[in-house]
């Protein structure tokens, strides 16, 4: 069985708007957390609210931030460089009591799978001092594209609070295969995350990342054998939508929100 602790709305996901709307928009669509960018922290305090202001925000509207986006390019980092990305990241964190922090590499190259896991060691460490985890997301493109390569430098950091995040799409444009799933320790899968996309990969893969995904039913992924696999092997997870479209973006926040909250609630009621 999936044990989905937390039904999360990535907020990369909506059009400009006053943060505000997205909070009031996660709640009526029945969302229990956030995931954020940075970008996102900055719009709100852009728009006048305080750490304070949003932590009551969410608790007014019974949301909490999950996971804040991303430590970047950390493969081909110093340690210096790694640390000076991660700690504001993670001060931030603290003080809205995160669960996990999302790591990934666009465009560096992978010296070594040992060298990154080293690397990957020490950022777990800082994460860390605040009970926070660190959660690896392989890109079709940048410096980790398989999870063969993902594995190795995930379990060879040989941190607890290193682990996984698993990205439909991205795990479909890179061959899909439910056997590598299998081979993950479930207790290191952090964070899931779902989209949909057409058969046909465009030429630019981070183009279409970032513009044309499609919601759960609109495309070919195999959604349902990817989270079957999950449930089989007993992960317990938050599980979220991560449609980044920019024709989804073309309606209001409340509309986005519903359409999401909907998919992910079809998407789940098919595994009950």
């Known amino acids: 069985m999936l044990n989905v602790t937390e039904k999360v709305l990535c907020v990369a996901c909506l ?33 006048g609210h305080s750490d304070d202001e949003i932590l009551a925000l969410l608790k007014a509207c019974n949301l909490r931030i999950e996971m804040l986006e991303a430590v970047a390019n950390w493969p081909s980092a110093s340690l210096e460089k790694i640390e000076a990305r991660a700690r504001p990241i ?44 660190v959660a690896v997301e392989m890109l079709p493109f940048g410096g980790i594209t398989s999870f063969d390569l993902a594995s190795e430098i995930v379990l060879g ?13 991205h795990w479909y444009r890179t061959g899909a295969d439910c056997n590598m799933l299998r081979k993950i320790p479930a207790e290191r899968i952090f964070n899931i995350q779902i ?18 995904r499609l919601l759960p039913g609109e495309g070919v ?7 079957q696999t999950f449930a089989d092997m007993g992960v317990s997870c938050s599980v979220g939508l991560e449609v980044l479209s920019d024709k989804l973006k073309q309606r209001s926040a409340t509309e986005v929100v519903r359409s ?9 009621a098919e595994l009950a």
């Open 15 to 47: 059009p400009e708007e006053k943060f505000i709307h997205y909070i009031y928009a996660a709640e009526q669509a029945g969302i229990t957390a956030l995931s954020m960018w940075m970008a996102a922290y900055y719009k709100a305090r852009k728009e």
């Open 90 to 133: 993670l001060e931030l964190g603290s003080t809205f009591n995160i669960s996990s922090i999302c790591a990934v590499s666009y465009s560096d190259a992978v010296e070594s799978p040992s060298s990154a896991s080293k690397k990957l060691a020490y950022l777990s460490d800082l994460a860390a001092e605040y009970k926070i985890k």
């Open 157 to 169: 950091a040989d941190r607890d609070n290193a682990g996984f995040l698993i990205d439909s799409w």
């Open 195 to 212: 989209s949909d996309a057409p058969l046909q990969a465009e030429d630019d893969p981070l183009a279409e990342c970032m513009a044309r």
């Open 221 to 227: 992924v195999p959604i349902q054998a990817m989270l």
């Open 260 to 268: 999401l909250g909907k998919g992910l609630d079809n998407v789940l």
